[in-house]
């Protein structure tokens, strides 16, 4: 209901009336009753109005613009006030005719006419009686017509259904009077002090918000009670959208409210901090933007800077997200950004401090001094991707600490093991709650410099999950191609990595994907020889013991003997991890005696060992002898360094049946079924009787059946014992032999030969038979462990057989 329409005339800003004029009182029953006894007129001036509807018994005021409605509303207030008011169909009609306006209007009689400044004239008029237009009769020089009363239907009385309207209708009307901001409180006793009920549905109709046809449309209902629950069904409309729009703006004014109040607390704390001695928020940002400004970023990089730190600027502190702007600005600030540190190319100091750290280890050594006399040469060469593969405690990880003290740069280390999340590597989204960036950034954070070691620690040992592959995510880090512009997902651009020396370790090659493997530059890290432990033991450990222990050098004395004796008795393991553990107790042991000031020997015996460490628990397999035919001593290699073992075959009378154990793989049994088929396809030429192969069943052990044994290296010995059973000949004294078979009779070679050679040497073995394809792994062998060994090459099956087997028959040679 709007303001102007729903109060007394005082209202109305007619401020043209007089001081002493009277107000014009609501309509009582008595007046309506005159007004309903009064006889109309047979014909009216017709005075059409654009965008208003008059109702009988309101007063509203009319603004005349035209000049036929100003001499209109002259003439009639001259002659007897009455007119005839109605309104037009379409308000843009100026010059409206009789097909122009609506046939039912209301008589109204003028109350005041009122000259404006502007030239207008308004005119008060209350509505009094409804009519309807029989004709128009004049158009010139204003619009008159004749008209008939328009009857009105008016419930009887007593009728409660009418009654309760009407008091609904005063109810809602009061409510839209709360609801509303804009209609006074005051109209509330102009709605309670309407005693007419027929006025109180015409006064609410005429000042609501309804268009001119919804209000024409009320108007032309004949029955009371009908337009009564039409103006019902209206107020009801406009009641609830007062309370929509109501409970709208309470919310947007709480919203600012809460927001008002949170400024003003934060612009309380902020003089708080300042009175404290700390620093303001404005003065932090601007001390971020002046440390970047001494950042060696790019320009793209700046312009995101300085994108990000505005944002953080225009933040409020208090909500979540600010934290997480920070914190990128903070990261963004600390990252090395084109920060390197100098190279040490002194390559000779390089090559002291990599020996002084590590024992043998040759292959690695060579590969970074290489890498560093390039780079000295370049000066800009892109760092290499190295991967040390090797068996646990071979110093895998430990010589990155090396290589970085070598080249004078930053050392970092990282653990994959057991890392199944791709978010680790690449970092999170800053949308999330808690993010971070991935550990690559992280750590480059740390380090200070973009150009460090890192050793990714464990790399075989990555997992995947529903959180996403982290190797596949590495794919981007170890390709030099890709990692110029490495990507991390909290940093949200580009990170140089291709000056980092990534230095990657792993037990199995086999569980690294092949794209990543492909990425890296493999190095085999063997395990160490005996002769290598001991000189580790003696260079390495047993110093860092006799430190770590709190005594000095002088109080104990471990000779070679004594050190190999533990390397042999008590560990088996291709690192020195063991032999630590083991040198550390009889470390303890000295200082134990030194601590309670007991007797001791300084020089450590091979007895002291055993009592120190109790009896050997590991046996190495030394050579026993040729006696026995079908006994031939092979090399084996394991992840704990080369071992021997024996193949024993033996004969029983049967039907030519194979039968094999000492728990084999499925290769080890493949090559005992070729090694007797090709003995069955060449039998006269290893003078052996095909009679004899049918009438005999073999059987063939590998002893140790608690141990799995598998691989193709055992062919040719396999081979050899089998030959020696049918022929009951003697196998040749100190012989051992490694090689796989072909059913063509081909030698092929094989792997881990440096490893099978020393513990042959151990095992007091002279003479190997070897393919001939394998000479140039014994040519990369140090010649003082090969010393007291003769070398056998082969090719073929039947070569194999002429060096083996000796023309003498063995002990108690059976008669086949």
Not at 339 to 352: G, H, Q
Not at 756 to 762: C, D, H, P
Request: hydrophobic content about 35%.
């Amino acid at each position: 209901m709007p303001k102007q329409k729903i109060i007394n005339i005082d209202s109305l800003s007619l401020h043209e009336l007089d001081s002493d004029a009277a107000l014009i009182p609501l309509m009582t029953p008595e007046d309506e009753e005159e007004m309903n006894n009064a006889q109309l007129p047979a014909s009216l001036p017709i005075l059409p109005l654009r965008n208003m509807v008059l109702f009988p018994g309101v007063v509203i005021p009319i603004t005349a613009g035209r000049d036929k409605s100003i001499r209109l509303i002259n003439d009639a207030n001259a002659e007897g006030k009455v007119i005839g008011v109605v309104a037009q169909k379409d308000e843009r009609v100026e010059e409206p005719g009789a097909a122009d306006i609506h046939t039912v209007g209301t008589v109204a009689r003028i109350l005041r006419v009122l000259k404006m400044p502007d030239g207008n004239t308004t005119v008060i008029i209350q509505g009094k009686k409804r009519f309807e237009i029989d004709e128009v009769t004049e158009e010139q020089p204003y619009l008159k017509a004749t008209i008939r009363e328009f009857a009105e239907e008016r419930p009887q009385e007593g009728d409660g259904e009418f009654s309760t309207i009407i008091e609904s209708i005063k109810d809602l009307a009061i409510q839209i009077i709360k609801e509303s901001p804009n209609i006074p409180t005051e109209a509330t006793f102009a709605i309670k002090n309407i005693e007419s009920d027929s006025f109180l549905v015409n006064f609410v109709s005429s000042n609501m918000n309804l268009t001119v046809i919804e209000k024409q449309d009320l108007l032309t209902i004949s029955s009371l009670k009908n337009r009564a629950l039409e103006t019902l069904r209206y107020m009801n409309l406009e009641l609830q959208k007062l309370e929509i729009k109501n409970d709208i703006q309470s919310k947007v004014r709480s919203d600012l409210d809460q927001q008002q109040r949170e400024y003003f607390l934060h612009q309380q704390m902020k003089t708080i901090q300042e009175e404290l001695g700390g620093v303001s928020h404005d003065q932090e940002i601007e001390e971020m933007r002046a440390k970047g400004k001494t950042k060696k970023w790019n320009e793209k990089t700046a312009t995101q800077f300085e994108k990000e730190l505005g944002k953080l600027q225009r933040m409020n502190p208090q909500v979540a997200e600010y934290a997480i702007q920070r914190n990128y600005i903070e990261l963004l600030l600390d990252l090395p950004w084109n920060e390197y540190s100098t190279d040490n190319f002194d390559l000779k100091r390089a090559d002291k401090i990599l020996n002084r750290d590590h024992y043998g280890l040759e292959d690695v050594k060579k590969r970074i001094i290489e890498y560093l006399a390039v780079l000295k040469l370049r000066k800009d060469m892109k760092s290499p991707i190295l991967c040390l593969y090797g068996p646990p405690g071979v110093g895998k990880t430990s010589i990155g600490k090396s290589v970085a003290e070598a080249l004078g740069r930053e050392y970092i280390r990282i653990s994959l093991g057991g890392l199944r999340d791709e978010a680790e590597i690449r970092g999170h989204r800053k949308t999330y709650i808690g993010a971070m960036p991935g550990r690559i950034i992280q750590s480059l954070k740390k380090a200070g410099t973009a150009n460090p070691v890192f050793v990714l620690d464990e790399i075989d040992k990555l997992s995947s999950s529903h959180n996403g592959d982290p190797s596949s995510a590495l794919l981007e880090v170890l390709d030099p191609e890709q990692n110029k512009d490495f990507y991390d997902n909290f940093l949200e651009m580009g990170f140089d990595l291709s000056k980092v020396m990534f230095i990657a370790t792993s037990n199995n090659m086999s569980t690294i994907q092949p794209a990543l493997r492909d990425r890296m530059e493999v190095i085999n890290m063997t395990g160490y020889t005996i002769e290598e432990k001991v000189e580790i033991a003696r260079k390495h450990l047993l110093p860092k013991q006799i430190e770590e222990h709190g005594i000095s050098a002088k109080d104990i004395n471990l000779g070679k003997k004594q050190i190999e004796k533990i390397v042999t008795g008590y560990t088996r393991e291709s690192g020195v991890r063991g032999l630590e553990k083991q040198i550390a107790r009889v470390v303890r042991n000295v200082a134990k005696s030194i601590a309670m000031e007991e007797q001791y020997n300084v020089k450590v015996t091979e007895e002291d060992v055993v009592t120190i460490l109790g009896a050997p628990k590991m046996k190495r397999d030394k050579y026993e002898n040729n006696e026995v035919a079908g006994v031939v001593t092979g090399l084996a290699w394991t992840s704990v360094g080369g071992d021997i073992l024996f193949i024993e075959s033996i004969l029983s009378k049967g039907k030519g049946a194979l039968t094999m154990t000492g728990n084999l793989g499925t290769v080890m049994k493949e090559s005992v079924t070729i090694a007797l088929e090709y003995i069955k396809a060449n039998a006269e030429q290893f003078s052996i009787s095909p009679e004899v192969i049918g009438n005999y069943n073999v059987h063939i052990h590998v002893p140790e059946g608690a141990t799995p044994k598998d691989g193709p290296s055992a062919g040719i010995a396999m081979l050899t014992s089998l030959v020696s059973s049918f022929t009951q000949k003697r196998v040749k004294k100190h012989l051992a032999m490694t090689g796989e078979i072909t059913l063509r009779g081909r030698v092929l070679p094989v792997g881990g030969i440096k490893e099978k050679i020393l513990a042959a040497k151990r095992a007091g073995i002279k003479e190997i038979i070897l393919c001939e394809e394998n000479r140039r792994d014994i040519d990369e062998i140090k010649q003082d462990y090969l010393e007291g060994l003769t070398f056998h090459y082969v090719k073929y099956m039947d070569e194999v057989i002429k060096y083996a087997i000796t023309d003498q028959k063995v002990k108690n040679a059976k008669t086949l």
